[in-house]
């Protein structure tokens, strides 16, 4: 029999892919609560059919608004109602820190149960540096607003996680490309489940591949650190950029241009713009 919970709003991860992943606090919680706040009652339902969890529930997601989170505060301040995304750790790519941070002004009693991540997992399927990382989720889909985005991130010394559609994942490798041609890139989909795949390679070979195998589903695409592209091209690789840039820029902007593609020091590469520009 499941003992009663005390009152508050459960943050509750679920399962990427493979249903067998839930945790056995995550069951009990589920099973014990009023009400699950949820994205898609569709989603949620086949979950908590699987452990068996008869428990109304009530659709929080990216349009629910003040009101929404009002109802649901109210009903936290009097039971307990689990908050759950419809596959991984509430609030990564999803609007449920507003109501996080509202219960808890409202002196509700937060808890969180830790579980399943795309993006955590990802990285520990796609062999990179893993010591420091950026989560950047997903960009923007128009083509200049997504290498702005990109050019944004270049210069992050970190290895950078990005959720993708599988339709806009070969346009995301040509952009990728088109900005850092030498970073390794790993492609990360159907984690946890029979076809999981982590394919490794440059954002070119990989936008070949997709091109001619279309990629289903969301995505993962985990790209190396700016700093390891540098060490792997060599100071002759960098000075070209520079050259190249300082054909159409002033020795300031040509700096900044080349830093921030390869996560360098801009000063230092100011110093070599202006030998190249004197030697030119």
């Given amino acids: 029999m499941t003992r009663s919970l005390e009152q508050g709003l459960y943050i509750v991860a679920t399962p990427i892919g493979n249903l067998g992943d839930i945790t056995l606090r995550a069951i009990e919680i589920l099973r014990g609560v009023d009400a699950v706040a949820c994205e898609d009652s569709r989603v949620t339902g086949k979950l908590l059919n699987h452990i068996e969890a008869d428990v109304p529930m009530l659709r929080y997601n990216d349009h629910s608004g ?9 009903r936290a301040q009097h039971g307990a109602v689990a908050l759950v995304s419809d596959a991984g750790t509430p609030m990564i790519s999803d609007p449920g820190y507003k109501l996080v941070r509202e219960a808890r002004e409202a002196g509700v009693a937060i808890h969180t149960l830790p579980g399943a991540s795309a993006a955590i997992a990802a990285l520990t399927l796609a062999g990179l540096p893993t010591d420091r990382f950026l989560f950047a989720g997903f960009l923007p889909a128009k083509t200049q607003a ?53 394919r490794n390679g440059s954002s070119a070979e990989l936008a070949a591949h997709y091109r001619e195998t279309p990629a289903k589903g969301e995505i993962v695409l985990v790209i190396a650190p700016p700093i390891a592209e ?40 100011y110093q070599k713009a202006l030998d190249i520009k004197a030697d030119g």
């Fill in 230 to 269: 540098a060490v792997e091209m060599g100071d002759a690789v960098v000075a070209d950029a520079l050259a190249e840039a300082l054909q159409d820029m002033p020795v300031s902007k040509a700096a900044g241009s080349v830093a921030k593609r390869f996560g360098l020091d801009r000063k230092a590469l």
């Fill in 66 to 74: 003040a009101k929404d989170r009002a109802a649901l505060i109210e």
């Fill in 146 to 198: 997504r290498l702005r985005a990109l050019e944004e991130l270049g210069a992050v010394p970190a290895t950078l996680i990005l959720y993708e559609s599988g339709p806009r994942l070969v346009a995301m490798l040509e952009a990728i490309h088109s900005l850092w041609p030498q970073r390794e890139v790993s492609v990360v989909r159907e984690i946890s489940k029979r076809f999981e795949e982590a």
